[in-house]
């Protein structure tokens, strides 16, 4: 994968009419839903989104983005929780809905020739932008770790996926239902304490990542985060989707949704003026 971001300066996004060819629930309020989508498949670099018009109607006007899981063939898998309107439309869609998808959108995961170890850490969702990491990541040839937390078992959603290509899977869930009992971070403070990784690549919720964040900058070993914010456009004009960084406020949807997390701004009382 490139070191440079995927964006619309690159050729992208693309406009694609895409059909549903599965629709799975995997855990209450968790589905992954497969789309045929030739075209996006064959430019899509992990932890890229794409815009999806769901429906037709006032309450569809605006898109909705979604992490890319995977990417095989003609197809793309997108991991997603039932949070809102568009969502339970999405988990209602069975196979031969038709709709229409923009891109591949945003800047992904960067991991540079020559790194031999990446630990991925996945809370919840998270997984979802994670799982064509680990996958590319095996073919390359690098050894993966995953550390994964949810709230309960059957909320472990991508671990099969992991255990399949990672060299170590460790799971971490509230109620101590599989793995060890508590937050992802508890496990991850271990993991990086041992010195074992050359970077690491978070996706969850945004108090889980601030504490990777931490760890990974106290052991020296660089991090890069996938941060979800509300979009409108998704191409950067509405200025909807603002994170705080170092370097002044940046766009989710084209200049993330990766950033390193050194150049993160986690309270956005702390950002710098910028004249």
Partial sequence: MSDACQDISQGHPLLEHVEVLGNERLAKGVGLVTLKAPRIAAAVEPGQFVHLRIAQGRDFILRRPFSIHRAEGDDVEILYQVLGRGTRELAGMGTGTAMDAVGPLGCGWRVAD????????????????????????????????????????????????????????????DDGSAGMRGFVTLLTQELIAAGEFEQICACGPEPMQRIVAAQADAAG?????????????????????????REGHKRACVDGPVFDAREVVWDASEVPPKH
């Fill in 114 to 173: 020559g790194v031999s170890h990446v630990l991925l850490v996945s809370g919840g969702l998270g997984a979802a932008p994670l799982g064509m990491l680990a996958e590319r990541l095996a073919e390359r040839g690098v050894a993966v770790t995953v550390a994964m937390g949810a709230p309960t078992d059957d909320r472990l959603v991508a671990r099969e996926l992991f255990e399949g290509v990672a060299r170590r899977v460790e799971v971490t869930t």
């Fill in 221 to 245: 070993v660089p991090c890069q985060v996938s941060l979800e914010r509300l979009m409108a456009c998704g191409i950067g004009a509405c200025l909807s989707c603002v994170v705080s960084t």
